[in-house]
């Protein structure tokens, strides 16, 4: 790996620094066709881009980079656009039937989404947009032709590559496309820079895909350390009130939870990439070690069906019954970002047992909560989890281990605990402002490149 990327891989929020960088950008497109950052993550394709999206955009309008965000429309009668923020503008745009279209087939409606794209900005002046950033591999191929189109740079986060992905499946997980993999080859080559999430993946781009190391950027995604919290922010208004129970115990009561329970939580999208059968099959080998844990375990599964495992949505219900856990286990939608963080300050440890994470944000958001965290060490886990720390990392996927880590934390309470309190402060160095800022570094360096590049091709 080059001596670049090193260089910027280090640290939580590195400080990038190129030649000639100084201007950063007014107003940029950021494109993400699959799906809108107003739909509730934890449902359908909705997860954590959607979440590094709303927070990004957000902070960039804080510094002044006012975003225009363009994603396809999936209801009829939606507005042409939404103020999401001030300075945050959501567009949507008009590309194939708004509903029942699954994300393997939307590779058809790029033309169709590009052109509505392209008619947004034919009502500007030129010169609207001064940078394009586009996020996964569907809108890396909108964001290559807009780029081109308007003479500006193009800015690409994979969040997840199809090589990566293959490397890696779950047992009944469906491979992704050549056509994918062509196609995230394609933008590779074609940006102007391609922000990372860890410097693992920084890695996997340049190993896999032949990136050049001088474009890529090391740039960790936040946590809205506002709502992820060990204590939740009291209503306006409202003074709290001293009380003998912890932040623990009142969040279990807001959520109907026992307050002597040992709670591990799986929060996400239920597909095989993201394994929460492992901690299904998990629950049942401590059982079987030792039934007397029956009457204290309550195993919450937060979130809907995706992707793949969308052929089976109730594949998990019936593996809980085959396997004798199903009092055990609760299953539970989707919701919103501040119910969340009462799921996560409610649970005993998150239980994250993916095969593949460019970054694993639900980790930081739980840790952030004071929340230990014991996850796969796959993708960007290893830096979103500090191992004997702030949770415990498994090798592999065997349930029998993942079952080994939670009883460490069951017969230890105040290992969790401690655990639970270097979590949160490790978690703070994780903040979005930093983030957009470092995101703001990469944008101004991508657009001082574009401009030499251009001069030369006109001297």
Partial sequence: MSQYVSRISTGLAPRLRFPGAHRKPRRIAMLSVHTSPLHQPGTGDAGGMNVYIVELAKRLAAINIEVEIFTRSTAGGLPGTVELAPGVLVRHVDAGPYEGLAKEELPGQLCAFTHGVMRAWARHRPGHYDLVHSHYWLSGHVGWLAAERWGVPLVHAMHTMAKVKNAALADGDTPEPSSRVIGETQIVTAADRLIANTAEEADELIRFYDADPAKVAVVHPGVNLDRFRPVPAPAPGLIPTASGSTSRDRARDRLGIPRDAFVPLFAGRIQPLKAPDVLLRAVA???????????????????????????????????????????????????????????????????????????????????????????AAVGGLPVAVRDGRTGILVDGHDPAHYADALRRLLDDPALADRMGTAAARHAESFGWDAAAAATAEVYTAAMQEHRRRVRSHHV
């Fill in 285 to 375: 080998v401590l059982l079987d070690r030792d039934p007397s844990l029956r009457s204290r375990l309550y195993v919450p599964i937060v979130g809907g069906p995706s992707g793949s495992g969308l052929a089976k949505p109730e594949g998990l219900q019936k593996l809980a019954a085959r396997l004798g856990t199903a009092d055990v286990v609760h299953f539970h939608p989707p919701v919103g970002q501040d119910r969340l963080a009462d799921w996560f300050r409610a649970a005993s440890v998150l239980v994250m047992p993916s095969y593949s994470e460019s970054f694993g944000l639900v980790a930081i958001e739980a840790q952030a909560t004071g929340t230990p965290v014991v996850a």
